[in-house]
């Protein structure tokens, strides 16, 4: 099927989007911990269409982002295929180091800890069995070979439960409703449509491409590519709910070609009430359950909702530059650059290290690490750039923005 006529960006944004410092400031997932944690913003699922592009009423690219603002799901159960292709080399375990050293404070060092999970859809190909009723009922299991990790939200209570250990993660919080902060992993396409959708406005071409078939239903293509050179993001392609208005589908490919980079899709999907006892959890017995510190889930993280997000910042970070070369800096407070510290800690430096391109500038001098999507420069005096943009404009921003 032919593409439709579509609406320039620049109209979409103005009409959608007046908030432009909070877009920009959303823009990036900023990588606290390198490679590792860069890759926690993103998800991918293998392409899931079925055959036969369905024949839909036409409608203009501005039309399908007002669909998808406007779209109201409260209740939904299905389950999602993630795969990430970040060209990342392996660690050998050790971004488990890094993971548990990032995690400290906040209730790690329990198997269902939800940040340790994070780093487990960081590469390959996993599946999720995702659930929802209200704001204030969520289900996200993560299905591995002979196990299962499970993170259920039921009204103040956020369990997480690691059935391969036995182990028990649980937090609770007074705040319930559409402005909760759960700690809780990104799991649907809808999650990282909206944060594609926040990075929309001048610098940005969208565009319907046609149609196609999700999860046995009807959807339309919502095709959005930079206009700027120096980002790595080539486009990003998000499949809506010809009824609903949601997304089932999100491919991020790079500009360098091959395979997607993200590419987050629900192979079966239905919108009935799941039933009440989808949320309710009680510790197995003899199960070891950790007690999560007061505040430790009230991150910066919007939980997993029917029309919820992700997104990760720093407190004190700033964005350098705008559109798609926007740049996402904050101060570590760390001189050196790289972790330090026990044997653990000095032998993920050396090997992370040995991963990255030294370089320099005004901003002193740093280490370039590069994934097919995110790039990250620490600096010996402890600062980061993160962006999705090419090493040479990371370093031009550093550059700039010392």
Same mark, same amino acid.
Request: charged share 20%; proline share 5%; hydrophobic share 35%.
């Given at each position: 099927?032919?593409?439709?006529?579509?609406?320039?960006?620049?109209?979409?944004?103005?009409?959608?989007?007046?908030?432009?410092?909070?877009? @920009?400031?959303?823009?990036?997932?900023?990588?606290?911990?390198?490679?590792?944690?860069?890759?926690?913003?993103?998800?991918?699922?293998?392409?899931?269409?079925?055959?036969?592009?369905?024949?839909?009423?036409?409608?203009?690219?501005?039309?399908?982002?007002?669909?998808?603002?406007?779209?109201?799901?409260?209740?939904?159960?299905?389950?999602? @295929?993630?795969?990430?292709?970040?060209?990342?080399?392996?660690?050998?375990?050790?971004?488990?180091?890094?993971?548990?050293?990032?995690?400290?404070?906040?209730?790690?060092?329990?198997?269902?800890?939800?940040?340790?999970?994070?780093?487990?859809?960081?590469?390959?190909?996993?599946?999720?069995?995702?659930?929802?009723?209200? #704001?204030?009922? +969520?289900?996200?299991?993560?299905?591995?070979?002979?196990?299962?990790?499970?993170?259920?939200?039921?009204?103040?209570?956020?369990?997480?439960?690691?059935?391969?250990?036995?182990?028990?993660?649980?937090?609770?919080?007074?705040?319930?409703?559409?402005?909760?902060?759960?700690? +809780? #992993?990104?799991?649907?396409?809808?999650?990282?449509?909206?944060?594609?959708?926040?990075?929309?406005?001048?610098?940005?071409?969208?565009?319907?491409?046609?149609?196609?078939?999700?999860?046995?239903?009807?959807?339309?293509?919502?095709?959005?590519?930079?206009?700027?050179?120096?980002?790595?993001?080539?486009?990003?392609?998000?499949?809506?709910?010809?009824?609903?208005?949601? #997304?089932?589908?999100?491919?991020?490919? #790079?500009?360098?070609?091959?395979?997607?980079?993200?590419?987050?899709?629900?192979?079966?999907?239905?919108?009935?009430?799941?039933?009440?006892?989808?949320?309710?959890?009680?510790?197995?017995?003899?199960?070891?359950?950790?007690?999560?510190?007061?505040?430790?889930?009230?991150?910066?993280?919007?939980?997993?909702?029917?029309?919820?997000?992700?997104? +990760?910042?720093?407190?004190?970070?700033?964005?350098?530059?705008?559109?798609?070369?926007?740049?996402?800096?904050?101060?570590?407070?760390?001189?050196?650059?790289?972790?330090?510290?026990?044997?653990?800690?000095?032998?993920?430096?050396?090997?992370?290290?040995?991963?990255?391109?030294?370089?320099?500038?005004?901003?002193?001098?740093?280490?370039?690490?590069?994934?097919?999507?995110?790039?990250?420069?620490?600096?010996?005096?402890?600062?980061?750039?993160?962006?999705?943009?090419?090493?040479?404009?990371?370093?031009?921003?550093?550059?700039?923005?010392?």
């Amino acid at each position: 099927m032919a593409p439709y006529e579509s609406d320039d960006a620049v109209d979409v944004a103005r009409d959608e989007n007046p908030h432009a410092g909070r877009r @920009k400031a959303a823009r990036y997932a900023v990588p606290v911990a390198v490679v590792g944690v860069a890759a926690a913003t993103i998800g991918l699922v293998p392409a899931l269409a079925a055959s036969g592009d369905p024949d839909l009423p036409k409608i203009t690219a501005k039309q399908l982002i007002d669909k998808i603002a406007k779209s109201d799901v409260q209740q939904l159960s299905g389950t999602v @295929k993630i795969s990430t292709d970040l060209g990342l080399p392996n660690l050998g375990g050790l971004e488990s180091s890094l993971a548990s050293g990032a995690g400290k404070g906040a209730g790690a060092g329990s198997s269902a800890d939800p940040q340790a999970k994070l780093t487990e859809l960081v590469s390959g190909t996993h599946t999720l069995r995702v659930a929802a009723d209200g #704001p204030d009922k +969520q289900k996200i299991s993560l299905l591995e070979s002979g196990s299962e990790y499970s993170l259920i939200h039921d009204g103040t209570n956020v369990w997480g439960y690691d059935s391969k250990t036995n182990s028990v993660s649980h937090s609770t919080s007074p705040e319930t409703g559409k402005d909760r902060r759960a700690e +809780q #992993p990104p799991a649907t396409p809808k999650d990282f449509a909206d944060q594609a959708l926040k990075a929309v406005d001048g610098t940005t071409s969208v565009t319907v491409d046609g149609t196609e078939q999700v999860a046995g239903r009807a959807a339309y293509k919502l095709l959005i590519k930079p206009r700027q050179s120096g980002t790595t993001v080539g486009a990003i392609s998000i499949a809506v709910d010809a009824k609903t208005g949601m #997304p089932l589908k999100f491919t991020l490919t #790079p500009k360098s070609g091959g395979a997607a980079v993200v590419d987050a899709g629900f192979t079966e999907v239905s919108f009935a009430r799941p039933a009440a006892s989808t949320f309710t959890f009680t510790p197995p017995k003899g199960a070891k359950v950790t007690e999560q510190k007061k505040g430790a889930t009230a991150r910066e993280h919007d939980g997993f909702k029917p029309g919820g997000g992700f997104a +990760q910042g720093h407190d004190k970070g700033t964005v350098i530059g705008k559109g798609w070369t926007s740049v996402a800096t904050f101060d570590t407070g760390a001189k050196g650059g790289l972790p330090s510290g026990g044997s653990k800690a000095g032998d993920l430096s050396g090997f992370l290290g040995s991963l990255g391109d030294k370089v320099s500038g005004k901003f002193g001098k740093g280490t370039v690490f590069s994934t097919r999507l995110v790039n990250v420069l620490m600096t010996d005096d402890g600062k980061v750039y993160a962006g999705a943009v090419t090493k040479d404009a990371l370093v031009k921003a550093a550059n700039e923005g010392k």
